[in-house]
């Protein structure tokens, strides 16, 4: 069984920076695209950005250039640096994982519980 474990969340000041982790553990699979999603109050959950397994990436047009998605396949890792963060970035993330078991290769999809990230003065 695979299961996603977040951190770096936490309260930054509008032109902050934060970097978010998430690590995938367990065994018997394969780790296909990850991505980072966001659920802003009273709003519904949205693509923050995506990597692909060759660190192919595709961002929010809200990310405006401010955030970086990379992976550690090695490790089964993922990370999303946060710069210029706005009160408007205030949100839930959560990291959202695709892959495959080992036989019989069944395809699943894993979230993690999510980290809250405040933007405030």
């Known amino acids: 069984q695979v299961q996603l474990v977040e951190s770096g969340g936490g309260t930054v000041q509008p032109g902050g920076s934060l970097r978010l982790a998430c690590a995938a553990s367990?065994?018997?699979?394969?780790?296909?695209?990850m991505a980072w999603f966001r659920r802003i109050p009273g709003q519904q959950r949205e693509l923050v950005a995506r990597i692909t397994t060759d660190s192919s990436t595709n961002y929010a047009d809200f990310v405006a250039g401010r955030f970086t998605i990379s992976r550690d396949n090695a490790k089964n890792e993922m990370y999303l640096q946060m710069n210029s963060l706005k009160p408007e970035d205030t949100a839930v993330y959560s990291c959202n994982v695709l892959g495959v078991t080992d036989f019989p290769y069944t395809v699943f999809e894993v979230w993690g519980q999510g980290t809250l990230v405040t933007v405030s003065s």
């Open positions: 367990g065994s018997g699979f394969s780790i296909g695209a």
